[in-house]
């Protein structure tokens, strides 16, 4: 199974979420940090779920793209 992860960087460090699971994020001081930490509360969520909750997963699409532009 694969689970989408958002990483985002702001002055107070970086905080993650992963969308197909509502309500599971993390924070944390480096990338390498937030990278594990997103991942433990990713393990933790899905150890709440039952097979038919998992299965749901798997039927989601997350796609990501970027926009870039300029303002004046």
Not at 33 to 49: F, G, H, P, S, V
Not at 55 to 60: D, E, F, T, Y
């Amino acid at each position: 199974m694969k689970i989408s992860i958002v990483i985002e960087r702001d002055a107070e460090g970086y905080y993650a979420y992963a969308p197909e699971l509502p309500g599971c994020h993390s924070q944390g001081d480096s990338f390498e940090a937030i990278d594990k930490n997103i991942r433990e509360a990713i393990d933790l969520y899905l150890e709440t779920l039952d097979g038919e909750e998992i299965r749901a997963l798997g039927s989601k699409a997350i796609y990501t793209s970027t926009y870039e532009t300029t303002y004046a």
